[in-house]
């Protein structure tokens, strides 16, 4: 299947600082990624909507000047966490859309990155 | 909004034996489900999924789902676990766009010898 890479895997900063996370899908383009959030023993929350191009689609609740996205090409999203704090501390795991249309058959799936394991101290 | 329950937070299981993981789901529009495993540390691995068709679904690692429509479940089972199946397994539901997903909150299966 498609294969999605994050780096970097796992992360460690200071309160105050800025942590770029990035999302590669490596055998596919993909218009359209996502950024999901999991804390301990809790299951995955959309953050938003990253599409090649424009603007992300942030979830409600989710604050957009705190969780920059960036998706500046088909195979590459960023999610850059501004101004960190200890419950920023989380999963962070990014999935990309894997659409390939043929001779009217498609398929369309999303293929979830390994994630990136933040800590704030 | 679509939204995705799973009854069992955590399921014990002796090796060999078969197993069963709940999901429920619900939604005002025709979705799309899937199932989901996650190793400790690492992300999600697509196991199967249900688009169209036959409501039997056949994954990898010999699991296989049922979408019910009717009881709007979509529940996973395995005829005979292995140690390695330990990990935790979420389901989850998309609107057919595939604009979003929604989890359900995880069933963690715990394979004992």
């Known amino acids: 299947g498609a294969v999605v890479s994050q780096h970097p895997s796992r992360v460690i900063c200071k309160s105050g600082t800025s942590v770029k996370i990035e999302c590669r899908s490596l055998?596919?383009?993909?218009?359209?990624m996502f950024w999901y959030r999991q804390f301990p023993k809790q299951s995955l929350m959309l953050m938003a909507t990253?599409?090649?191009?424009?603007?992300?689609?942030?979830e409600q609740g989710v604050e957009k000047d705190k969780f920059l996205i960036n998706h500046a090409s088909l195979t590459l999203s960023t999610l850059t966490v501004t101004s960190a704090h200890p419950e920023d501390s989380s999963f962070y795991i990014c999935?990309?859309?894997?659409?390939?249309?043929?001779?009217?058959?498609?398929?369309?799936?999303?293929?979830f990155g390994p994630g990136t394991r933040l800590t704030v101290l | 909004a679509q939204s995705v329950t799973q009854l069992d937070s955590q399921v014990p299981v002796f090796e060999e034996a078969p197993v069963e993981l709940r999901c429920n789901y619900s939604s005002s529009v025709s979705v799309y489900l899937f199932w989901y495993v996650q190793y400790p540390n690492q992300g999600l691995q697509l196991l199967l999924k249900?688009?169209?068709?036959?409501?039997l679904v056949k994954g990898i690692n010999g699991f296989e789902a049922e979408f019910n429509k009717s009881q709007t479940s979509f529940h996973l089972r395995k005829p005979s676990v292995h140690i390695s199946d330990t990990a935790e397994y979420f389901c989850a539901v998309s609107d057919r766009n595939f604009n979003k997903f929604y989890f359900g909150s995880g069933t963690k299966l715990n394979v004992k010898p």
């Open positions: 990253s599409n090649e191009g424009s603007k992300a689609t942030y």
């Open positions: 249900y688009l169209s068709g036959s409501t």
């Open positions: 999935s990309a859309r894997d659409f390939s249309g043929s001779g009217g058959l498609s398929t369309d799936t999303q293929y």
């Open positions: 055998d596919f383009q993909a218009t359209t």
